[in-house]
């Protein structure tokens, strides 16, 4: 059965694990099942600690339609379109990883807090 404990106010359930010979776990079916794993993880060095989460399949796709029309309304048509949009579409996925790190860390921080400004970067848009 896991062990509940708390990182600052952020329930954690904890659950030992075997490390085969071959240094390979099995995820316990509770865990597995809510965080809906399917069939891959991402496994991520944090400090000290080792990360395994369900791996992420969407690259950004959610944007796409978003980005087009940005594109398209500042004149961009051709070829010069698919290489803009090939390049804004490659830089979805990193900008939403870097925001889930800086709310991760908010989450498990003192202050508890982060403004829209630092997530977005707007301060200096002026």
Not at 45 to 61: D, F, K, Q, S, Y
Not at 88 to 94: E, N, R
Request: net charge negative; charged share 25%; with cysteine.
């Amino acid at each position: 059965m896991p062990a509940t404990m708390t990182k600052g106010r952020v329930p954690m359930e904890i659950k030992k694990l075997s490390i085969s010979a071959k240094r390979q776990i099995t995820i316990p079916q509770k865990f597995f099942t809510m965080l809906g794993f399917d069939t891959e993880a991402e496994c991520t060095v944090r400090g000290n600690e080792l990360v395994i989460r369900p791996a992420r399949t969407n690259t950004g796709g959610e944007f796409a339609e978003q980005i087009l029309a940005d594109l398209i309304a500042n004149g961009y048509s051709g070829n010069d379109l698919l290489e803009r949009f090939k390049k804004a579409q490659g830089q979805v996925h990193p900008a939403v990883e870097a925001m889930l790190v800086d709310a991760e860390q908010v989450a498990f921080s003192e202050s508890g807090h982060i403004s829209y400004e630092d997530v977005f970067d707007t301060e200096d848009e002026e």
